[in-house]
């Protein structure tokens, strides 16, 4: 605040009541496009006034001035063609905030902010696009006014389903009134839910915890409409908040589930609410594509964290979790529509068959209940079914790669090397069509599978070579790291392959622990190049003629240089600019 007058300075009050104009002034469409711009850093630097005024240019379409009057924003003005409560003055007032000390985030946040402190007590929650909840809004059975009846019916939490949890949620947070998605309605709500939280075991407290996340996750993401499959798409705000809650899940689920004391009906009653948190993630995932999936994560990581480390405490079995995915497969009635962007397009022709041996028909699978199989398949150990759904399951768009990737790193720190071998085998051509970032980790996989089995390293080749043109980088690099140099020329040889595209630290190594395998490599790209008959390729060829020249030196066939460059120059005596190069790399005279 080194550069703000003294009178430009704000105390907290009169911060918020900035922030309240910003609510009152501006929607939140002109924010968002004002932030981006601030962070753009579009704004040139602030000039302060002597009446509580800032000037500044902002670049646009244009250059335009932006004078703003931090006494009321009603007065400011701008020279852009919409002239008041434009993205340009928000921009401005960002870059203040900044100088200010304060967070830019109150302003983006501005309309959930300010309609919290604000929104009567009474009105109900919007949730506009969120229509499991909002449609049973109406059957809520504890009066939203009678609060101490909110706190008294939590008491028995333990013994309520999970949907009879999310209904006191609903009207728990029904006091903090109207509001829209935000890390501080997020934090608010959070309080007011924990605030009703009874005594509970160690166990049904975590579950508590992940039931808080996931009912904030499900009010900050909008459904998808199940019959015009409408995109979701996540405001920034919004977005900024799921960020958080997914951050919070991951450390509620770094910590194992205590079940420690439980016997007879508490423990009855804990593993019913981690099997009614199995339907309801269910319940949840089955409409999400593969470019917004939130749900269908945190089943996967329900399942691998506190459900199978636990199944010999409780009679729940994997196969009665397939049966539940196998009836929602049943259930599903959209066989005979095309596949929609991010759905994965499963034929059970592939998979099975009717009594008569005919075919089933074709179904059209969400990715997120292709991938709960597979998961729960592998749970059971039965990989050969697992691989079968992944395979099969592969849309055009194809599974990304880090659903893909995590099976794989479960393997590695759970120290099943065999197994995790013959996943690499399997997932890696699923990752082929994938840019090189996956590849990257997918090696390094590779690498530890070897490290405690070396006898797996020949699949590992026998992979990536069916992987082939899309593994090629990753195939070069685990060739060039084990020292593998006749491999790795065999390739470049069978690629055609121009040896002055490398680096020269790819080269050297081999110049000093194989030269020999150069010879061939080098010779068939000077051919190539004198091939060309133009000047830049006889360049090239006297460039690589040179380092066969140093070759044949360090093993000492010197005789075989000089009957090779004599040999070459005679053979090709008509093309002179051929012989003024090798003249000019004095390998002639």
Not at 127 to 141: C, K, N, P, Q, V
Not at 343 to 358: D, F, M, Q
Not at 424 to 450: C, E, F, H, K
Not at 528 to 534: A, D, S
Request: neutral net charge.
């Amino acid at each position: 605040m080194m550069n703000i007058p003294n009178d430009m300075k704000m105390d907290d009050s009169q911060w918020q009541e900035l922030i309240r104009q910003v609510a009152e002034h501006f929607n939140n469409l002109t924010i968002m496009r004002g932030f981006q711009y601030y962070k753009q850093k579009r704004v040139g630097p602030l000039t302060y006034t002597e009446q509580n005024g800032i000037l500044a240019e902002v670049q646009g379409s244009d250059d335009y001035e932006v004078t703003l009057s931090l006494q009321s924003l009603t007065t400011s003005h701008c020279t852009c063609p919409v002239g008041s409560h434009c993205k340009h003055m928000i921009a401005v007032l960002m870059s203040y905030a900044e100088q200010l000390g304060r967070p830019v985030h109150g302003i983006v946040n501005a309309h959930s902010s300010t309609a919290l402190k604000q929104a009567p007590k009474p009105a109900a929650i919007a949730i506009s696009g969120r229509s499991d909840y909002a449609a049973h809004e109406e059957d809520l059975t504890i009066p939203d006014n009678q609060y101490s009846q909110i706190k008294e019916r939590a008491t028995e939490l333990a013994e309520l389903e999970i949907t009879e949890w999310h209904e006191l949620f609903r009207a728990c947070l029904k006091r903090l009134g109207i509001a829209t998605p935000s890390t501080s309605y997020v934090q608010a709500a959070a309080d007011e839910l924990y605030s009703i939280k009874p005594k509970l075991s160690a166990g049904m407290d975590q579950l508590f915890e992940l039931h808080v996340q996931l009912f904030l996750i499900r009010f900050c993401v909008p459904g998808r409409n199940s019959i015009t499959h409408t995109p979701v798409y996540l405001s920034y705000p919004a977005q900024l908040a799921v960020d958080a809650l997914q951050k919070g899940l991951e450390q509620i689920f770094s910590r194992p589930l205590d079940l420690s004391g439980l016997k007879g009906t508490k423990l009855e009653h804990q593993w019913e609410r981690l099997e009614e948190t199995s339907a309801y993630l269910r319940t949840q995932m089955i409409s999400e594509t593969s470019s917004m999936m939130f749900f269908a994560p945190i089943y996967r990581q329900l399942w691998l964290s506190w459900i199978v480390p636990h199944l010999q405490e409780n009679g729940k079995t994997l196969e009665s979790e397939l049966t539940f995915l196998q009836e929602m497969e049943n259930g599903l009635t959209a066989a005979s529509k095309p596949a929609k962007p991010g759905e994965s397009v499963l034929s059970v022709a592939n998979l099975t068959k009717n009594g008569s041996g005919a075919p089933i028909k074709s179904v059209t699978l969400p990715l997120p209940l292709v991938l709960a199989q597979s998961w729960i398949y592998f749970h059971i150990g039965q990989d050969e079914q697992a691989w079968q759904r992944l395979i099969s399951g592969s849309s055009a768009y194809g599974i990304p790669p880090e659903h893909l990737l995590h099976f794989l790193h479960v393997l590695a720190d759970s120290s099943d090397w065999k197994r995790l071998g013959e996943w690499l085998v399997q997932l890696g051509p699923l990752l082929a069509n994938r840019r090189n970032s996956p590849l990257n980790d997918y090696m390094q996989l590779w690498d530890t599978a070897i490290h405690h089995l070396p006898d797996v390293e020949h699949r590992m080749w026998d992979t990536l070579v069916s992987m082939l043109p899309h593994s090629r980088p990753a195939y070069e690099e685990a060739m060039h790291s084990r020292g593998q140099w006749r491999r790795w020329i065999d390739f470049q040889l069978s690629t055609e392959t121009e040896p002055l595209g490398f680096r020269v630290a790819v080269l050297q190594p081999i110049e000093k622990d194989a030269p020999e395998l150069l010879l061939p490599f080098y010779h068939q790209a000077v051919d190539r190049y004198i091939g060309h008959k133009n000047r830049d390729g006889y360049k090239a060829a006297v460039k690589l003629l040179k380092r066969l020249s140093k070759i044949y030196k360090k093993l000492k066939q010197e005789e075989h240089w000089e009957q090779f460059i004599t040999t070459l120059a005679v053979r090709n005596s008509r093309l002179r600019a051929l012989q003024e190069e090798l003249r000019k790399g004095k390998l002639i005279s």
